[in-house]
T-cell receptor, first 112, second 115 residues
Framework: DAGVTQSPTHLIKTRGQHVTLRCSPI?????VSWYQQVLGQGPQFIFQ???????GRGNFPDRFSARQFPNYSSELNVNALLLGDSALYLC???????????FGQGTRLTVV | AQTVTQSQPEMSVQEAETVTLSCTYD???????LFWYKQPPSRQMILVIR??????QNATENRFSVNFQKAAKSFSLKISDSQLGDAAMYFC????????????FGTGTRLTIIP
């Protein structure tokens, strides 16, 4: 089975622009979570979606938004990009009732 | 809010030796989950081992074991017979038993294996 896939793998954007990151969960996984990992730090929770509904939101500004589609894939959107948004963005999926989160390889976003 | 602290930014160990990575956490909850994740240069986080707080027995997965001290809020990872492939960043993480699936991570420990 394919693992969690994220696209693109790398991205360079200019300050003020908008970006959309995509995530496809493992087949059968209905929960998707997003994390931001700044260089040298541990991942920080941004959102969790389950069955297309938001189940949790971390301490991030409203410039960050996400959604989950009927096929359980997900998008993370960031508006008005700042230099500080440069980070590795990780997506994780999990099966209902299972505590293990399976991570993708992330999208490396650089804001210049 | 829960916090996770990893006080060892870097550790090194000789191949085939044993190393212990430290993690402490703070919570007011009585039941929760604790995890150790490995992040190699490929960037993909991989689950190494998990512990349910309501289980007193320490979790073990092959060469990996934990020392879970609930009263001290300590959760260390022991790697036995270290191998070159163990070189990576290791993150300790906390998850509540109820509510959403948010993982709270520590800042990580970079483990180097010396041949």
């Amino acid at each position: 089975d394919a693992g969690v896939t994220q696209s693109p793998t790398h991205l360079i954007k200019t300050r003020g622009q908008h970006v959309t990151l995509r995530c496809s969960p493992i087949s059968g996984h209905k929960s998707v979570s997003w994390y931001q990992q700044v260089l040298g730090q541990g991942p920080q929770f941004i959102f969790q979606y389950y069955e297309k509904e938001e189940r949790g939101r971390g301490n991030f500004p409203d410039r960050f938004s996400a959604r989950q589609f009927p096929n359980y894939s997900s998008e993370l959107n960031v508006n008005a990009l700042l230099l500080g948004d440069s980070a590795l963005y990780l997506c994780a999926s999990s099966r209902q009732g299972d505590t293990e989160a399976f991570f993708g390889q992330g999208t490396r976003l650089t804001v210049v | 809010a829960q916090t996770v602290t990893q006080s060892q930014p870097e550790m090194s160990v000789q191949e085939a030796e044993t190393v212990t990575l430290s993690c402490t956490y703070d919570t007011s909850e009585s039941d929760y989950y604790l995890f150790w994740y490995k992040q190699p240069p490929s960037r993909q986080m991989i689950l190494v081992i998990r512990q349910e707080a309501y289980k007193q027995q320490n979790a073990t997965e092959n060469r990996f074991s934990v020392n879970f001290q609930k009263a001290a809020k300590s959760f260390s990872l022991k790697i036995s017979d270290s191998q070159l492939g163990d070189a990576a960043m290791y993150f300790c993480a906390y998850r509540s038993l109820f509510g959403n699936e948010k993982l709270t991570f520590g800042t990580g420990t970079r483990l180097t294996i010396i041949p």
